[in-house]
């Protein structure tokens, strides 16, 4: 195995020559301690300006080794050998020196090490192992019971955000592994947020490839930034966790509690939390999981029922800001490996609830060719969701050539909503056009299944491979409420010319069956160029039954209103076929291909008994070329195509009554639209100088898209129906650059981020062509610092630039500055105390649709002090927004919307690390 080392740098792998000249070194290499020759330790020698690889050699049976055709120069001798700790030494050539012999060089191995035998060597702080980038923990300085992400700070090129969100080499790492298996199902921040950073051995950062990649071995291009977190042997056996309380007097709460028991390959962790200061759980990403429905998805194409049209649900069931929430969650989680790793299992379970209450304003402008209406909505709401999930994988490899996968989830959900609103618009000479109000009760309940198989096999002729894989989803939503809505219409004088109310229970079933079979066969033509076919069928049954009830003299809602009520049957069934050509050479990597596919579409109206179908082909062309400089340089040009077929609300929508304002109209004569997407990247990293420079963009465009066409009535009622434009191609575009490094002489890590998006759209308004367009400019001076048992600090702060307009009014545009910046300072000071602070800024200056500044800094501050001999207690005493800025404000073109939020409060916690960890764990059987 060949191991490249840094003590704080990245070596690239690209060999340089120069012309014959006298200067050369050489050396013998042999155990400390037993004076065993080390054949094939391999010998680098590195430029000691940038560390990258000037040459290298392997160590031969006689233990020597011996390098020539040097320049003059300062260099570094790196030798390294599997078990063995890593020798590095500084050396010089020039004119007085022209050859170096290092004489017998002695290696220790790893478990014989001690802190004070090094004299020349150091610690391995980096290493490239192929594609992959590790870190040595043990060359990194943190507190006493700090956690991963405190770890991972101070990684070069890796930076974690106020909420946890890590980035690493300019990309967003969606995948946190520990010991190479996913926690929680793979949730970032509960690995970085919860597990100790003592615990950590190695810290290995790499692109996750696609299933199917690593199976084949034939790269396909999709890959996904990856940290894998590999613990200390030690640290395998035993128990570990935390436990974090705290209250107010203003009636906030949170709390938190995580156990972990490890025993050699098997790990259980059982955790809970429940807060009303925002906290949904312990992963920055739950708060978008709650209003999840969690299906599969299979690439095919059709056409599906969802649960949208008449539905009462109106809350997606997540929080995202707006509103008082109170959320409790729970979860546990237990992996093994087994049988010398031939099985393993890895199972998850996790229960929680979200409540949230508010009220909301919004405000929102129309532009027309007659002119202008300004809308105002103010909402009441009272909305709850609670949601249990169980998911499990199993994996046996049945021999050396053959694999075998299960994996199930199922899903438990109900949602009660209950939202009141009273709307009113205005014509631009101040007459009021309409108003009303009207209250939603739901009640919902959610059941998901969804179960799959995947078999693979590799075949006698290397990259000749064989897989065969089996899904099925079932997913079935069923509701209950009550539509209570009263609208008032005027005419041109602001005179009552109409009201409309609605007095409805509402039922519906909406169920779906989806059953996919896919089969792949990767077939080798010549070393470098290969070819993967894959053949798939699709079979999706569904159906939808909505219920509108009037209530009758009695009280009771038992009349029918055949007009908002239908009751639909699904029969799709989908073929795909495909070819991908992977060609690799050196440094190249070129992938050639398409998927095409064939749906017939059927769906049947029970109560008319009438039928509508409709049959279709996909188009999915890809191209991309990658060439790879070294490991850590790339170069990446692709191309995809896609058919966007219209949805079944845009063809034969349910007719739904829930706002009387805004009415759909289905389109059966749309045809699908065509998108072409094309895109490049440049990355470049260096670990030494943690220098990381990336850059790159994309470009969309589409035809015969399908766009809306919208016709406002006198009264301000907006009837919708899709259209295709085909004299028009919608586009969008974006442009993103970074550059950091780190500067040595101030340990400081300085970064300037910047990019370009935008796009210009189409839509028709009272027949009317309107054409939008929207870009956005941005740049970014980011920077931070780490000094062990002293301070912390990061932040970013800089300007952006937003351009909006509409042909239809043309008098009115969104144009204008901001700012934004985000910050946290740490301070350690004596007597175990700590300062934290953390502040967001935010700016948005004067529009001409908007004529006052948006502009608020939200600072937040915390006191802590750490107890006992191992400092695993620590008494905190934290305010949120002690600017009481959080004013609960949103603005975007050509509208604006305050809502509730919470507001400043202190907090005062107590927090408790326990920790029973170390010993040999036992061996799996």
């Not at 079979?539 to 009280?555: C, M, R, T």
């Not at 759909?664 to 997407?677: C, E, I, K, Q, V």
């Not at 990381?692 to 301000?716: E, K, P």
């Amino acid at each position: 195995m060949r191991t490249f080392f840094f003590t704080s740098a990245l070596c690239f792998f690209c060999v340089l020559s120069f012309a014959q000249t006298p200067y050369s070194i050489k050396g013998l290499v042999a155990d400390t301690a037993s004076n065993i020759k080390l054949q094939n330790a391999t010998v680098s020698v590195l430029n000691a300006k940038d560390s990258t690889l000037f040459k290298f050699t392997r160590v031969n049976s006689a233990g020597t080794f011996g390098i020539e055709n040097f320049k003059p120069g300062n260099f570094i001798l790196l030798v390294t050998y599997p078990d063995y700790v890593d020798y590095v030494e500084h050396f010089k050539l020039d004119s007085t020196a022209k050859t170096r012999d290092f004489g017998k060089l002695n290696l220790f191995l790893k478990s014989r090490l001690l802190a004070d035998v090094i004299v020349k060597g150091t610690i391995a702080a980096i290493k490239i192992k192929g594609d992959t980038t590790e870190f040595n923990a043990a060359a990194y300085k943190i507190q006493p019971n700090s956690n991963v992400e405190d770890l991972l700070k101070q990684l070069p090129g890796i930076q974690i955000d106020k909420d946890g969100k890590i980035t690493a080499q300019g990309q967003t790492v969606t995948k946190v592994l520990v010991d190479g298996e996913e926690f929680f199902g793979d949730d970032p921040t509960l690995v970085t947020k919860n597990l100790r950073g003592d615990m950590v051995d190695k810290v290995q950062l790499f692109d996750k490839k696609s299933d199917q990649a690593t199976f084949t071995g034939i790269d396909d291009g999709e890959k996904t930034k990856t940290l894998n977190i590999k613990l200390k042997e030690d640290k395998k056996n035993g128990y570990f966790g935390k436990v974090d309380a705290g209250g107010s007097t203003d009636d906030y709460f949170q709390g938190q509690g995580m156990f972990n028991a490890f025993k050699a390959k098997k790990k259980f962790s059982a955790y809970g939390t429940s807060a009303n200061t925002g906290k949904t759980g312990l992963s920055w990403q739950d708060n978008n999981k709650y209003g999840s429905s969690e299906g599969v998805q299979v690439d095919v194409g059709g056409i599906y029922i969802t649960n949208s049209g008449d539905d009462l649900e109106s809350w997606g069931g997540n929080y995202n800001g707006q509103g008082i929430p109170l959320a409790n969650t729970g979860g546990m989680h237990y992996d093994a490996r087994w049988n010398n790793d031939k099985q393993t299992i890895n199972s998850n379970y996790k229960i929680g609830s979200l409540g949230v209450t508010g009220t909301s304003n919004n405000q929102y402008q129309s532009n027309l060719p007659t002119g202008i209406l300004n809308s105002n909505s103010d909402r009441v709401s009272d909305n709850f969701v609670f949601r249990q999930k169980l998911d499990a994988m199993y994996e046996i490899k049945l021999d050396t050539t053959s694999t075998l996968k299960f994996t199930v989830d199922g899903t438990l959900k109900n949602t009660r909503t209950n939202e009141k609103y009273l709307t009113g618009t205005f014509r631009g000479d101040n007459t009021r056009q309409n108003e009303g109000g009207r209250t939603i009760d739901n009640d919902g309940n959610q059941r998901l299944f969804n179960a799959s198989v995947l078999w693979t096999k590799k075949l006698k002729k290397p990259g000749r491979t064989l897989s065969w894989s089996l899904t099925e989803a079932m997913n079935e939503n069923d509701s209950k409420g009550y539509l209570n809505s009263n609208t008032s219409f005027y005419n041109t004088l602001g005179s009552l010319d109409s009201t409309r109310s609605v007095n409805q229970y509402k039922t519906s079933n909406v169920k779906s069956n989806l059953l996919n079979s896919n089969i792949t066969y990767t077939e080798p033509i010549t070393k470098a160029l290969s070819v993967v076919f894959n053949y798939g069928i699709n079979v999706n049954n569904g159906a939808s039954d909505w219920q509108s009830f009037n209530q009758s003299a009695s009280g009771e809602y038992d009349q029918l209103d055949a007009a908002y009520s239908n009751n639909f049957e699904l029969n799709q069934l989908s073929n795909q076929v495909g070819a991908i050509f992977n060609y690799k050479k050196n440094k190249t990597i070129i992938n050639v291909g398409s998927k095409v596919t064939d749906v017939h579409f059927n769906q049947h109206d029970v109560n008319s008994n009438s039928d509508f179908k409709r049959n279709f082909i996909n188009w999915s062309p890809q191209a991309s070329y990658q060439y790879k400089f070294s490991q850590q340089r790339s170069l990446r040009l692709g191309y995809n195509g896609y058919t966007t077929q219209p949805n079944i609300n845009q063809i034969q929508p349910v007719r739904v009554n829930t706002d009387p304002l805004n009415i759909t109209l289905g389109n059966p004569d749309l045809s699908p639209a065509f998108g072409n997407r094309i895109n490049a990247s440049y990355s470049s990293y260096k670990v030494l100088s943690s220098e990381n420079l990336n850059f790159g963009g994309s470009y969309t465009v589409t035809f015969n898209q399908i766009v809306s066409s919208r016709t406002i009535d006198a009264g301000g009622k907006s009837t919708y129906q899709s259209i295709n434009l085909s004299d028009k191609k919608p586009f969008g575009y974006n442009g993103y650059m970074y550059y950091g490094k780190k500067i040595k002489k101030l340990d400081f890590l300085v970064g300037l981020e910047g990019g370009v998006y935008g796009s210009t759209f189409y839509s028709y308004v009272n027949n009317l062509l309107n054409t939008q367009q929207n870009s956005n400019y941005y740049l970014n001076l980011n920077m931070g610092k780490y000094k062990e048992k002293k301070y912390s600090f990061n932040a970013y702060f800089g300007p952006n630039f937003n351009n909006s307009s509409s042909s239809i009014s043309k008098q009115l545009n969104n144009n204008g500055v901001g700012w934004d910046g985000n910050g946290s300072l740490t301070v350690y000071l004596p007597g175990k105390l700590e300062i934290g602070t953390t502040a967001n800024y935010q700016l948005r200056k004067k529009t001409q649709a908007f004529d006052t500044d948006l502009e608020r800094l939200i600072i937040n501050s915390s006191l802590s002090k750490k107890f006992l001999k191992k400092e695993n207690l620590k008494l905190s005493v934290s305010g949120n927004d002690l600017l009481n800025q959080n004013i609960g404000i949103n603005r975007s073109a050509f509208s604006s919307s305050s809502f509730t939020t919470i507001k400043r409060y202190y907090l005062l916690s107590l927090t408790w690390d326990f920790n029973k960890m170390g010993g040999t764990p036992p061996k799996t059987p």
